[in-house]
């Protein structure tokens, strides 16, 4: 919620809000909705597409394993790829490190007609770099407030942002590492480095405490899915990102001539 202050640890990330419980009946309810949700979406996606006047930038964030892939897969991966992109965050470039840090943000932002998936994203910029003292004190502090205008310069330009904390327990992160050491077809995604920064879970939630309240706007939103369930995580990110655009509800423009007056020989 816009304004208030959100504590993650407080926060249960095996709860399933909005449905009424987490057992075999509602999970088969969700994974129902879901599949109808990624149907609307397909065709809310045609029209905003043809429409060609407005744009969504949808935010993905989370602790490693939290399901940022999992969740392009499932909930974007069934779009039309003419009108989506994904834009994955890694660690800076020299070059883009010797811009400020919305240089390479601004260029991936979505144009008119499409929708982009940031995969990580500006955040880092006081998540990883706040959590490993990567600047001072005093730079990462302004950047909240410089976040929030750039948000607010892309919201006026037609961009409906909608950004998700994919909320996991440290036991389910344990698990899943597991699973990609164990896991042949999925070890490459294991990395040394995401056990550095397990130890820092603490930092990191504080970090997420922080960028989640002051950057919670009406323009745009921070989410906080529960996320240990990931039929929970795809029926949540597919519902909100359904409502927004039916609420935007893109019309294709109606043609500027008389259709009956033409033939084609
Ligand atoms: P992955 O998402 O597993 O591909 O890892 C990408 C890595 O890049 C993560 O460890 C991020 O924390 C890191 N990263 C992304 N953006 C930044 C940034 N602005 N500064 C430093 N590290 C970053
Ligand atoms: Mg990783």
Redesign the pocket.
């Known amino acids: 919620m816009p304004g208030s202050r959100v504590q993650l640890g407080e926060i249960d990330p095996s709860r399933t809000p909005g449905l009424r419980g987490p057992g075999e009946q509602e999970r088969a309810a969700a994974e129902a909705i879901h599949a109808q949700n990624v149907v609307a979406l397909q065709d809310l996606q045609y029209r905003l597409w043809a429409e060609g006047q407005r744009s969504v930038l949808v935010v993905l964030q989370g602790m ?1 394993t939290a399901g ?1 892939d999992g969740t392009i897969r499932h909930v974007f991966g069934p779009l039309n790829p003419q009108g989506v992109r994904v834009v ?5 470039t020299p070059e883009e490190l010797a811009h400020d ?1 919305l240089w390479r943000i601004h260029q991936h932002t979505p144009e008119k007609g499409r929708i982009v998936i940031f ?2 994203s500006h955040y ?2 006081v ?3 706040r959590v490993h003292a ?1 600047v001072p004190e005093p730079v990462w502090r302004e950047r909240y407030e410089q976040i929030n205008q750039f948000e607010s310069l892309l919201a006026s330009n037609a961009t409906t942002i909608l950004k998700f904390f994919l909320h996991i327990s440290k036991a389910e992160q344990k698990q899943r590492l597991q699973e990609r050491l164990d896991d042949p077809a999925k070890r490459w995604k294991f ?1 040394a ?1 995401d056990l550095d ?1 397990r130890k820092r879970w603490g930092d990191y939630h504080e970090a997420y405490d922080d960028a989640i309240s002051r950057c919670s706007t009406d323009h745009a939103p921070w989410f906080i899915i529960p996320a240990d369930r990931k039929w929970y995580r795809n029926w949540a990110i597919s519902s909100i990102v359904r409502g927004a655009l039916e609420r935007m509800n893109p019309e294709p423009p109606t043609p500027d001539f008389d259709p009956t007056t033409v033939t084609i020989d």
């Open positions: 490693d940022k994955g965050f890694k660690q800076p840090y995969n990580r880092e910029d998540l990883v770099v990567l990395s480095g920064e």
